[in-house]
């Protein structure tokens, strides 16, 4: 029989008890073990039933246990400490606050707004779907240590993403389970009244689309979940927080509509009610939010409350405010919409109005040679509505501009202004206590609270190398047996029958070398490029004296059959009764699986086609707990291998044929595991220590913890892009004076540009056979027609001269007004030293030049001498 109506009863706790709640509702307790242990010993069983989840266990404990605790003093104790501690938290000063002191406060914003349509929290909270969602996550909780005070927005999908189980014969299969939030850690935003607090959005042909609010409290940092579940709301409304990333086109618009131009609504409607202090920035994760900065000229504009600009006004007040992340490397990453489909959306009477629908599609206009002119480009969107945009890795950052060069032409790929802030990740959630009680036996003051995590590298050198050894034989065991377990479960889902399954009870061993490999699965990431040779993957498998151990995960999008394909090959390949103790595939790859997997994992491989890895967050949890890298050179290991912290597998870049590639990629994995990683891993002392591995487990966690951690990426947003932003935008927003200067100059900056010309360049100084040491002298004739030279930069740019007179590692002199004469023609003059030798080459532009402007190619034009 099935219920008429199904509601959900909530738990009344003893008044001694009462802090149980406000623990369960804020996040930190997902990353702070004392407070799981406070959880844990409510009912020890029932906290492992419910999968480590408070709301769900404090749902579930009878009011008869609830009294014995009321009426136990030593739990009492406990669950007060906890409490006083999560209140010192939340209200202490941190590195923001203290910044903020050191520099009167005016620097650094007094809010940012963080938009991402997935956020990776706990495992309990399922709204993400792979690396974008747990690097939004991480960030919201680096935050939270730091005390930066974003705050976080995005959507509440009533499925999540999905949940992965496997057929008999290894095919991927999805289900939707629905998320009640009344068993979810948030609370519904409500007005004063008491109220649901609602937002809506003009929709085509009406009715509006109506979202409620739901806050989700991490640690410090609220994060506020839009859901289009509402009475108000007819069916088709009602299914747009449906799943992530599901549906056709305008499913997805409509969730991108909700997400940026809802989102602003919803941010706006808590700083209201929470009396929040307003952002002064706002950051868009990935183009799926880019719509928030056409909700900001609405507001700028047409909004009665608003100021009342002109689009080109607000244009510049929005994009100083504004911070763009891409996280793709490749461009059917990237959000493309029928240009129809945004014209229905936008125009007369659509979800901005008073936002002339031509100036909306020009945004989004891949007007630029190769574009296609019949889509609304989201990440081009991004970029424009941004003054200042980011990749998430030194080599992303080099990837990403050549992408999308095309957006500004005059400009060598090195000078496009897309900057990188390689990504982190949040130790506190991945490294399990073990490890930190490592640091903190040895009396070096590490404090898994701190904001400050010097103290744990200094740490390292002072462990006995047979303590490390043995917590890592320990989380190897412990990963083993959570790895039967999920083994187990799923072979049971396929149809196996309970006495077919006595060998998972031998599957894997705590004392065998461990490679871990879990991601999505899309084609460029080679979930399968281990599987190259079977017969030489059996043999290191199986090796009688060095065996390898292999746990594998990952999910792949509903609608890519070809990376179910390739799952289907891994899970094949893992079923044969002659290795499958050896090599396992686990379905229904999360946050709570991955928290036993990187710190029980002795590497962790990655081989995606380089450079199509934007980032590779995996790898630095795995660094984290001692774990050595196996990779490409991809993403952030390009950046920080160092040669003693792990292993780079050689790429065959520039190959076209993308067979023979992946064949000599995968010998060179085979060779390393072979000759390298298992004959160091198997090199023990006398007593049975690894010395040699351990001292890399040493050198990884020195080199590589400081750098890959959330905290340093979260303090590298504020001062390299959050700060400078909220400069600009000041500038600007002081009775919009500065907006409407700085809209009026690139107004007559970009009119007058066409007279603008490098009529001739002469140097002297270095004769015919110049040396090192020698000084090179510039004088520049420059025709600036109606232009005055404090409009313009006049540049010396030099560097080494290639064989095609391209110059190389280009530097940049800045030319000084000399002599101006009439007809709007001046000269500068400038000298730059020879300190290099070999071949040399320069050329003299011009540039538009603004004190607001964050780059020399924000307009996206520049003079340069005739050929």
């Known amino acids: 029989m099935r219920a008429i109506r199904r509601f959900t009863v909530r738990p009344v706790l003893p008044r001694e008890l009462a802090p149980l709640h406000d623990l369960a509702l804020n996040l930190r307790w997902s990353w702070h073990p004392p407070t799981q242990d406070v959880f844990a010993a409510v009912d020890p069983e029932r906290w492992d039933a419910v999968g480590h989840d408070p709301v769900r266990l404090l749902g579930a404990v009878d009011r008869d246990r609830f009294a014995e605790l009321a009426a136990d003093g030593d739990f009492r104790a406990r669950l007060d400490a906890a409490a006083t501690d999560l209140a010192a938290y939340l209200g202490a000063d941190r590195w923001y606050q203290r910044a903020r002191g050191d520099q009167g406060g005016e620097s650094l914003p007094r809010a940012i707004g963080y938009f991402s349509p997935e956020f990776g929290i706990t495992a309990v909270l399922p709204q993400y779907s792979g690396g974008l969602g747990i690097l939004a996550g991480d960030h919201l909780k680096a935050a939270s240590d730091l005390g930066v005070p974003i705050v976080g927005v995005g959507l509440l999908y009533r499925h999540g993403y ?331 889902k396929r149809g196996s029958a309970p006495a077919e399954l006595a060998w998972i009870d031998e599957a894997l061993d705590p004392d065998v070398l461990t490679i871990g490999f879990a991601r999505r699965v899309p084609s460029y990431k080679r979930l399968t490029l281990m599987l190259r040779d079977p017969e030489r993957l059996k043999r290191l498998l199986l090796d009688p004296e060095r065996p390898v151990q292999l746990i594998i995960a990952g999910k792949s999008h509903p609608a890519d059959d070809g990376g179910k394909r390739l799952i289907q090959e891994m899970v094949r390949f893992a079923d044969d009764p002659e290795v499958r103790h050896r090599i396992v595939f686990l379905p229904n790859y999360d946050i709570a699986m991955a928290q036993p997997l990187y710190p029980g994992c002795d590497v962790w491989l990655n081989n995606p086609l380089r450079p199509y890895e934007a980032c590779g967050t995996s790898g630095m949890k795995a660094a984290l707990n001692g774990g050595l890298n196996l990779s490409i050179l991809d993403g952030w290991w390009d950046e920080w291998y160092d040669g003693g912290n792990g292993w780079a597998i050689p790429s065959a870049d520039g190959l076209d044929d993308p067979d023979r590639r992946d064949d000599l990629e995968a010998a060179a994995l085979y060779d390393l595991i072979e000759t390298q990683v298992a004959p160091r891993f198997y090199d023990v002392d006398a007593d049975g220590v690894p010395t040699a591995w351990v001292e890399m487990m040493r050198h990884t966690l020195k080199s590589l913890g400081p750098k890959v951690l959330a905290t340093r990426m979260v303090r590298d947003y504020v001062r390299r892009l959050y700060a400078p932003a909220a400069g600009v935008a000041r500038a600007l927003n002081d009775d919009y004076a500065g907006a409407r200067d700085l809209a009026a100059w690139k107004q007559r900056v970009r009119a007058a540009w066409s007279g603008v010309r490098v009529e001739h360049v002469e140097s002297s100084g270095v004769g015919d056979a110049p040396e090192v040491g020698a000084v090179m002298s510039t004088r520049a004739f420059v025709a600036l027609g109606s232009l005055s030279p404090e409009d313009v930069a006049v540049q010396l740019v030099h560097g080494r001269a290639g064989a095609d007179d391209e110059l190389l590692d280009t530097r940049t002199c800045l030319l000084t007004l000399a002599e101006s004469y009439e007809g709007g023609r001046h000269r500068f003059d400038g000298e730059v030293d020879l300190d290099h030798a070999g071949a040399f080459g320069y050329t003299v532009r011009v540039v538009p030049r603004h004190d607001l402007l964050a780059s020399d190619a924000e307009l996206g034009v520049v003079a340069l001498p005739a050929p």
């Open 162 to 492: 999905f949940k992965q189980s496997l057929s008999r014969d290894g095919w991927q299969q999805e289900t939707y389970p629905l998320l009640d939030p009344d068993e979810l850690p948030i609370s519904l935003l409500r007005e004063p009244t008491g109220e649901r607090t609602r937002i809506s959005i003009t929709m085509p042909g009406g009715p509006d689309l109506v979202a409620q609010v739901w806050v989700a409290s991490v640690g410090r940092v609220p994060l506020l979940m839009l859901d289009t579940d509402v009475e108000e709301n007819p069916a088709a409304y009602v299914e747009v927080t449906d799943r992530l990333y599901g549906g056709n086109s305008e499913h997805r618009l409509r969730q991108e509509l909700l997400l940026g131009v809802g989102g602003v609504k919803a941010l706006r409607a808590y700083c209201r009610i929470a009396e929040h202090p307003e952002p002064e920035v706002f950051h868009t994760n990935e183009g799926h939010a880019g719509f928030l900065g056409l909700e900001r000229l609405r507001e700028l504009t047409v909004d009665p409350a608003g100021p009342g600009l002109d689009l080109d006004t607000a244009l510049e007040v929005g994009r100083a405010s504004t911070v763009f992340t891409t996280h793709t490397p490749v461009p059917a990453g990237i959000d493309r919409f029928p240009r129809t489909l945004v014209e229905q959306y936008f125009g007369e009477g659509g979800a901005v109005p008073g936002v002339p629908l031509d100036r909306v599609l020009a945004l989004g206009a891949e007007d630029y040679e190769g574009g296609d002119p019949g889509v609304f480009n989201m990440a081009v969107m991004g970029f424009r509505l941004a003054q200042r945009a980011n990749g998430v890795s030194l080599l992303h950052g080099h990837v990403s501009r050549g992408m999308f060069q095309g957006l500004w032409p005059a400009f060598d790929e090195a000078e496009v202004p897309i900057t990188s802030i390689t990504n982190g990740v949040h130790a506190p959630t991945w490294v399990p206590r073990e490890v930190y009680d490592l640091a903190e036996g040895v009396g070096s003051g590490a404090d898994r609270d701190s904001d400050d995590t010097d103290a744990f590298w200094a740490a390292v050198d002072q462990i006995d190398g047979r303590a490390i050894w043995s917590v890592k034989r320990e989380l190897r065991e412990r990963l083993v047996q959570d790895a039967r377990r999920r083994l187990r479960k799923s072979w049971a």
